[in-house]
T-cell receptor, first 115, second 114 residues
Framework: DQQVKQNSPSLSVQEGRISILNCDYT??????FLWYKKYPAEGPTFLIS?????DKNEDGRFTVFLNKSAKHLSLHIVPSQPGDSAVYFC??????????????FGKGTHLIIQP | DVKVTQSSRYLVKRTGEKVFLECVQD?????MFWYRQDPGLGLRLIYF???????EKGDIPEGYSVSREKKERFSLILESASTNQTSMYLC?????????????FGSGTQLSVL
């Protein structure tokens, strides 16, 4: 049973426009959410996170929104740049205190920024 | 900067071979993980370890084992490699009590089993 779902395998956006990547989760115990970015032949790198006590977290061009009642989060990238072309993974965990269970990842969304 | 190093970027092995994937981290992290990434399936947790000589099964441990003899090193072992173990393998580490679940990943090992 997939607990973290990214229903769009790919997304194409024009350079300069807003990219919106979506993620849904089913486990109501999840209270910490992260986005990772992955280029081909490289490991994922941390992008941004949000705790369930917040509904928004912003870091430069990246903003993550959390809607707990809908069990939905989204990553907004504004403006989109060619270097943003990558696979984006949504991830979730129970607790943010450095627990050893790791993260539960979605299947990823391949973002393609068109010039 | 945290550095997680995986010993090989690319490996080609034959069916039935015993395969060792090595991972070393240099930030004294307690937790270490092995994931595999497959197209359309995302990242799936194979095994993790929260201390030396401790190991826990993840979501897909079948066909794998692990070893953690030293804090900085976490090895993934394929006892008898099979073609369905062809995948990108990713090692990660994290620090207990840092206040978030951020994982630091290595660059990955692309394993092909022929």
């Amino acid at each position: 049973d997939q607990q973290v779902k990214q229903n769009s395998p790919s997304l194409s956006v024009q350079e300069g426009r807003i990219s919106i990547l979506n993620c849904d989760y089913t486990n109501s115990m999840f209270d910490y959410f992260l986005w990772y970015k992955k280029y081909p032949a490289e490991g994922p790198t941390f992008l941004i996170s949000i705790s369930s006590i917040k509904d928004k977290n912003e870091d430069g061009r990246f903003t993550v929104f959390l809607n707990k009642s809908a069990k939905h989060l989204s990553l907004h990238i504004v403006p989109s740049q060619p270097g943003d072309s990558a696979v984006y993974f949504c991830a979730a965990s129970v607790g943010s205190g450095g627990g050893a269970d790791g993260l539960t990842f979605g299947k990823g969304t391949h973002l393609i920024i068109q010039p | 900067d945290v550095k997680v190093t995986q010993s090989s970027r690319y490996l080609v092995k034959r069916t039935g071979e015993k395969v060792f994937l090595e991972c070393v981290q240099d930030m004294d992290h307690e937790n270490m993980f092995w994931y595999r990434q497959d197209p359309g399936l995302g990242l799936r947790l194979i095994y993790f370890s929260y201390d030396v000589k401790m190991k826990e099964k993840g979501d897909i441990p079948e066909g794998y084992s692990v070893s953690r003899e030293k804090k900085e090193r976490f090895s993934l072992i394929l006892e008898s490699a099979s073609t369905n173990q062809t995948s990108m393998y990713l090692c990660a580490s994290s620090l207990v009590g840092q206040g978030d679940e951020k994982l630091f990943f290595g660059s990955g090992t692309q394993l092909s089993v022929l």
